[in-house]
């Protein structure tokens, strides 16, 4: 890799890094050495060409980086996003702000599901805030479904995170994003009844 390159997080997945010079994002999907070469780069160049695909999906309909074109088999690259992650920030604002985020969040959310596009890892660390505005990344595990199912363990996922790192508020928070993501969408009743069966099963397992 270049030396303007600036590695910023690395997964079991893929490695991230910020080009400095032109500003972009660089999604490097790490080889599996234990997987026969050739196999592995197929897959690699299936994920890769799948989540292009999505991210330009969903760029189209709420805030998320619309990639350029494929160079490179294994190499997404987007434009920089250049905000705070939720994740770390969420928790500093008032309580009437935090009620905000999550009612754009909600309606971002219900527009992805009312087009078939599962997120798969919906968690506050997935959504940078920029001037006031949600910008959700990484639809690495991301699919299209139209399933009840596959969209109530997208919600279920972020009920999770809110409960585990955004604890003091997260009833009130799922209460807000609920209440957004229904608006307009005649799905979301199914949807949420839904994820009351997946947490039963969660419980299950453990």
Do not use: C
């Amino acid at each position: 890799m270049k030396s303007n390159l600036k590695l910023i997080q690395q997964g079991a997945e893929a490695k991230i890094f910020l080009d400095e010079k032109s500003n972009l994002i660089v999604k490097d999907r790490i080889p599996k050495l234990y997987r026969i070469q050739e196999l592995d780069k197929k897959i690699i160049k299936q994920r890769t060409k799948a989540e292009k695909k999505l991210l330009e999906k969903a760029s189209k309909i709420i805030n998320a980086p619309d990639p350029l074109p494929l160079r490179k088999i294994n190499i997404i690259k987007m434009p920089y996003i250049d905000g705070k992650k939720l994740s770390e920030y969420l928790n500093d604002f008032n309580l009437e702000k935090q009620k905000q985020i999550m009612k754009k969040i909600g309606e971002s959310v219900a527009k992805l599901h009312k087009e078939d596009i599962i997120h798969g890892d919906l968690t506050t660390s997935n959504m940078i805030l920029k001037d006031d505005e949600i910008f959700f990344i990484d639809f690495g595990l991301g699919y299209i479904s139209k399933k009840v199912e596959d969209k109530a363990v997208d919600l279920h996922l972020l009920k999770q995170a809110l409960e585990a790192k955004h604890f003091v508020h997260w009833k009130i928070l799922f209460e807000e994003f609920q209440k957004a993501y229904s608006k307009d969408y005649s799905e979301s009743k199914q949807i949420f009844e839904r994820i009351t069966a997946v947490e039963r099963r969660g419980r299950y397992r453990h």
